[in-house]
């Protein structure tokens, strides 16, 4: 898989989505990338996805790679994490439950 990151993009905090109260820590779940990504399991065809920017959180599955976000696109069906080292994909949520790859 090719991964575009735009360099014009800064993404900015969101004040009202950022946790302030100390249960700011992310669980992770990992994905089937069979699931999240169409066409995943071709791997003769290249599929470029586009990130918007590394999470604090590293992979709990190689711990080698930081995460990055990877939002809806044509051949995504839902927002996730992505390690490019391990390639694998996650879920995250707060410790309360609440999805935190919401808009």
Known sequence: ???YSPESQ??????????????????????NPHVVIDHAEAEQTALTLMTFGSVRE???????????????????RMAHLFC?????????SYADGEPALTI
């Open 1 to 3: 898989m090719n991964f």
């Open 10 to 31: 800064n993404p900015q905090p969101s004040s009202s989505r950022r946790r302030s109260n100390g249960v700011d820590h992310l669980i992770l779940r990992e994905l």
């Open 58 to 76: 590293c992979c709990p599955k190689c711990q080698q790679g930081s995460l990055k976000l990877v939002l809806r696109q044509a051949s995504v």
């Open 84 to 92: 490019a080292e391990c390639e694998s994909c996650f879920d995250a």
